[in-house]
């Protein structure tokens, strides 16, 4: 029997891919997953090698039997009982383990009788109760309504009232509860779209716009939801002052109300009292937050009770007041105060909201709906609550609609019922209205209001410090590492963290100041809930399948459009700076996160403009205007590079060079040798190393591998099918074998001929780069020239390449010079008149150079340069020579034609010693013009037909002999630059 931990059940060898023993039937319904990745899991242990799950249980009996008749796995072709399902042995079987690994969720392991030699089942050890899930009403609704239902309507709803006038207050709520209705429906859709993990609105956010746009929205959020906990807490203090006003420290009472003496003084909350009960309040509830989640669920019944009594006395004292308990300023509904409540009474206050001339405040619409949107605020209450519900896919949308819809008519009945019930001096005056008409016991409204102010606060510092945790563990940014926690832990420094912020707003003692500060973050993260539905909806990706159905992109639009409109109404220059400072944050994460691939939406929305922008190129051959260069770069082409570097440093240099400011696309592609069944995990580790390098040389491309036979098959299969329709790969480029002659390497030459007549016949360019090591980067900046000998027409694109590599900082402090090789009856003048005209027509700076071919003989300086090619013409004639010898003798021999690499070939002795003149000529044409040139370009000959190939090398060689830095290049059948506009 196999021991715990034996690796033998699941074998990963390098480059032969996974082996796996199949199901057997004696395993009694065992379930494997074989497809795990080890790669993914740094810390795993030798058990997570073959997890395996016992669907039943066994007899002591039949678990002998069992070890009995199980083969072992050093025998073959071992008789033994098939399984049915043998024929899927390879593959993982369907078990609710991995289903439940689709969805993020932990499932304990599981023993197996093959596991141990020991496989008695433990029948004592006893599932873990399943902890208490809450439904609709408890887990959604009712957190949400308290949220809802908080300080602003029990302290500021009737002051609003009667600064906006019934008419406005409508459109206040309307408008603000139309903003959330929206995004409730925008979060249904998108949070029954699949499983929800902990960070409520910034999980919901990340998934569908990154992580950049889920962090920095994420944390306006959490500043939002710390913000509030101060906004709530000012509003308890306050309420409670109000209550007992000999509990102030500081006493401040107002005799004057809109300029006139009020009839009776109005007691208003001093600023420092505010401020230190609220900081004594602050720190209470951090404490309690302390004591964990537990503690909170137990005391939130305390805090939801007392809303649901608040309203019922105000509603009962609303429709009693003035009957049986007449008030001054209190006229019960009346139809003649809501006529006369109906319209706008804007004013100017003083910090405690009491109309005055002298006031510093000036209120007007736009300033009333920054002041009420926190009264709608609070939607999120159940989104954040999704691990500790029943049915998210359910409990989500119809509890948060449900409050929403509730609560929204609720302010629209509250604005009729208060601007009908006092006259419009009351509602200023009076900001406890709500408190002096309710019935029975006034009194007990204010504890009322006290306790669902504090269960709101309380709900913010618990949910903030969470939220925090939970974009540090998603470590993004490195800064916040210091408020991670591990799962199940509490979030004690991020609770710290959160009580300091709001504290310091504490500080400020000003409810009026702060309500808009939170609306902004709220606004902010609203908005980006939105913008996901309406991406998620507009690009309808095959994963989008929510089950909540009532929902369009249309509404998701409109719902940010709204949040938009609405943070511009309440204060533009506010709105800038709140976009700002996510602007910033997105940028900080863009550039110090280590933001990975969450499937977000803006994946999907670059796949689709990809496939769009595709298609509208069409197939049609990019007009020269529209040309750009895509090299495709063969990162070892000669091998000699070691194991462990995948592409020669220099060719990613090279690559930023073909590519003006970094527009453009390259690939980089590498060819493995081999089987492709057993070497497939090879080239994944390498193709990921490749793209690793591209990354480290800040190299926008592509990295491909491809196993093949040999590098002729392998090159010939990428040249083909590389690229997807007007974005194939254009030109090939590829370093010259300057190795293989020392070493002695016989099959390049008609690889290399190989790849230059595919490139011909695959209609592809061809650039081969000699001198490859000492090719400059970004920092070493080059002086002298640029040189073209431009030899036959390429469509232009020496002259580009000229062009592009001025754009680059080392080359740009260079000249282009280009040299024109003039037959002997030609006119020199005439040729360099032409060529200056061209390519002024071409917008491009040259000087032009025509070189005529008879004029090398004649060059009296050129006497030391004239012996270095004729010696290396020389030896090139001895060892062609040398090679026809060979070649004739074995044909001689086997009574074959002459051959050469399994070819038959044709050589005329006359035409290989033109082709070596030529060359001569022109590698001494260029050593005497460009011996000091930064780098020379020159046209690519063709190979010849039927010719060896071991001749075309060395007429290559002879070419580039003593040129230090040379491109070989040959341009293909279309012009890729235009003389017109």
């Known amino acids: 029997m196999e021991k715990e931990g034996d690796?033998?059940?699941?074998?990963?060898?390098?480059?032969?891919?996974k082996k796996y023993r199949p199901v057997v039937a004696q395993d009694n319904a065992v379930l494997e997953m074989s497809s795990l990745d080890?790669?993914?899991?740094?810390?795993?242990?030798?058990?997570?090698?073959?997890?395996?799950?016992?669907?039943?249980?066994?007899?002591?009996?039949?678990?002998?039997?069992?070890?009995?008749?199980?083969?072992?796995?050093?025998?073959?072709?071992?008789?033994?009982s098939e399984s049915k399902l043998e024929l899927f042995g390879f593959d993982s079987l369907v078990n609710i383990l991995g289903l439940k690994s689709m969805t993020g969720?932990?499932?304990?392991?599981?023993?197996?009788?093959?596991?141990?030699?020991?496989?008695?089942?433990?029948l004592e050890k006893q599932p873990k109760a399943p902890s208490m899930k809450l439904g609709t009403i408890m887990g959604v609704f009712l957190p949400c309504f308290q949220n809802i239902m908080g300080t602003i309507y029990f302290i500021r709803f009737s002051w609003i009232v009667g600064m906006a006038g019934i008419g406005e207050a409508l459109v206040i709520v309307a408008l603000c509860g139309s903003c959330t209705f929206l995004t409730s429906v925008s979060l249904s859709a998108i949070a029954t779209n699949g499983a929800m993990k902990g960070g409520g609105p910034y999980y919901l956010i990340g998934r569908a716009l990154g992580p950049e746009v889920g962090v920095s929205i994420g944390l306006c959020f959490f500043l939002g939801n710390a913000v509030s906990g101060s906004?709530?807490?000012?509003?308890?203090?306050?309420?409670?002052?109000?209550?007992?006003?000999?509990?102030?420290?500081?006493?401040?009472?107002?005799?004057?109300?809109?300029?006139?003496?009020?009839?009776?003084p109005v007691?208003?909350?001093?600023?420092?009292?505010l401020q230190i009960y609220g900081i004594i309040v602050t720190i209470s509830l951090s404490f309690v937050v302390f004591g964990g989640v537990k503690i909170i669920n137990r005391v939130a019944p305390a805090f939801l009770i007392p809303v649901i009594y608040s309203l019922c006395s105000i509603y009962l004292g609303i429709l009693l007041a003035g009957k049986d308990r007449p008030a001054k300023g209190i006229t019960g509904l009346s139809f003649k105060t809501f006529q006369k409540n109906w319209s706008s009474a804007y004013q100017h206050t003083n910090e405690a909201g009491i109309p005055d001339p002298n006031g510093k405040r000036d209120w007007s619409f736009n300033e009333l709906v920054g002041l009420f949107f926190p009264a709608v605020t609070g939607i999120m209450a159940g989104s954040n609550r999704s691990s500790s519900l029943k049915d998210t896919q359910r409990s989500i949308p119809m509890g948060t609609l449900a409050a929403t819809l509730v609560t929204s008519s609720i302010y629209l009945i509250s604005v009729i019922l208060f601007g009908s019930l006092a006259i419009r001096e009351k509602l200023f005056s009076d900001r406890l209205l709500t408190a002096t008409v309710a019935w029975p016991l006034p009194s007990l409204i204010y504890v009322g209001i006290i306790l669902s102010t504090l269960g709101a606060a309380l709900q913010s510092l618990t949910g903030a410090p969470r939220l925090l945790a939970a974009i540090a563990n998603d470590d993004i940014l490195p800064v916040l590492k210091y408020f991670k926690v591990a799962d199940g832990s509490e979030p004690h420094s991020a609770t710290i963290f959160t009580a300091f912020i709001c504290m310091g707003c504490v500080v400020i003692g000003?409810?009026?100041l702060i309500s808009p500060t939170t609306t902004m973050f709220y606004l902010l993260c609203y908005a980006g809930v939105n913008l996901s539905g309406f991406l998620l909806d507009l690009l309808d990706a095959p994963s989008w399948r929510?089950?909540?159905?009532?929902?369009?992109?249309?509404?998701?639009?409109l719902g940010a459009c709204l949040c938009i409109l609405i943070m511009f109404l309440i204060s533009w220059s506010f709105t800038v700076l709140s976009l700002a400072l996510a602007s910033l944050i997105y940028y900080y994460v863009n550039l110090k996160g280590k933001a990975g691939d969450w499937g977000d939406g803006f994946k999907s929305a670059y796949f689709q403009l990809a496939l769009r922008s595709l298609r509208s190129l069409g197939a049609n051959q990019v007009h020269p205007k529209n040309w750009y260069p895509i090299p495709l770069i063969f990162c070892r082409p000669w091998g000699k590079l070691p194991e462990n570097v995948p592409c020669h440093p220099k060719l990613a240099d090279f690559a930023n060079c073909m590519k003006k400011k970094g527009r453009g696309m390259s690939i980089f592609a590498s060819i493995l040798d081999g089987d492709y069944h057993e070497c497939a995990e090879d080239a994944k580790i390498a193709c990921k190393q490749l793209s690793t390098y591209i990354e480290y040389k800040r190299c926008e491309a592509v990295a491909e591998m491809i196993v093949a036979p040999s590098m002729s098959a392998g090159f010939r299969a990428i040249v083909q099918t590389m690229g997807l329709g007007n974005l194939k790969p254009n030109i090939v480029v590829i370093r010259y074998p300057e190795i293989w002659r020392r070493e002695n390497l016989t099959e390049i030459p008609a690889t290399f001929v190989g790849i230059i007549n595919d490139c011909i016949v695959a209609n592809k360019a061809v650039v081969i780069v000699k001198g490859l090591d000492e090719w400059p980067n970004e920092y070493q900046r080059q002086y002298g020239s640029i040189d073209l000998y431009w030899i036959v027409r390429d469509g232009g694109l020496m002259l580009l390449l000229s062009q592009l590599l001025l754009t680059k900082d080392s080359f740009e402090s260079c000249k282009i010079q280009v040299f024109c090789i003039a037959e002997e009856d030609a006119d020199a003048g005439v040729l360099k008149a032409d060529v200056k005209k061209f390519l002024y027509d071409l917008r491009m700076q040259a000087d032009v150079i025509v070189i005529s071919m008879k004029s090398w003989d004649s060059r009296a300086d050129g006497e030391t340069k004239q012996e270095e090619s004729v010696e290396a013409f020389t030896a090139a004639q001895r060892r062609i020579a040398s090679c026809l010898k060979q070649?004739?003798?074995?044909?001689?021999?086997?009574?074959?034609?002459?051959?050469?690499?399994?070819?038959?070939?044709?050589?005329?002795?006359?035409?290989?010693?033109k082709f070596l003149y030529t060359t001569l000529k022109l590698n001494s044409t260029i050593l005497h013009y460009s011996r000091m040139a930064a780098v020379v370009l020159v046209s690519l000959p063709p190979p010849p037909l039927n010719h060896p190939t071991y001749f075309y090398m060395e007429y290559m060689d002879l070419l580039v002999e003593n040129v230090p830095r040379l491109l070989i290049v040959r341009g293909y059948r279309r012009d890729v630059v235009t003389l017109f506009t």
């Open 7 to 17: 690796d033998s059940d699941f074998v990963v060898e390098r480059g032969k891919g």
């Open 38 to 80: 080890r790669s993914n899991s740094a810390s795993s242990t030798d058990s997570s090698l073959s997890m395996k799950i016992v669907m039943g249980v066994q007899t002591n009996q039949q678990m002998t039997s069992t070890k009995e008749s199980l083969p072992t796995h050093g025998v073959a072709n071992s008789s033994q």
């Open 231 to 264: 906004l709530y807490v000012l509003g308890a203090v306050e309420t409670f002052l109000n209550a007992l006003p000999s509990a102030g420290l500081f006493k401040e009472t107002i005799t004057n109300v809109n300029g006139a003496a009020a009839a009776d």
């Open 887 to 913: 070649m004739k003798e074995k044909s001689k021999m086997d009574g074959m034609p002459l051959m050469a690499d399994g070819k038959p070939v044709i050589v005329y002795e006359q035409q290989v010693e």
């Open 105 to 122: 969720e932990q499932s304990a392991p599981a023993s197996s009788p093959r596991d141990s030699e020991d496989d008695s089942v433990n």
């Open 546 to 557: 929510p089950r909540w159905k009532f929902h369009h992109w249309s509404l998701s639009l």
């Open 267 to 273: 007691s208003s909350p001093s600023l420092h009292d």
């Open 510 to 512: 000003n409810l009026d």
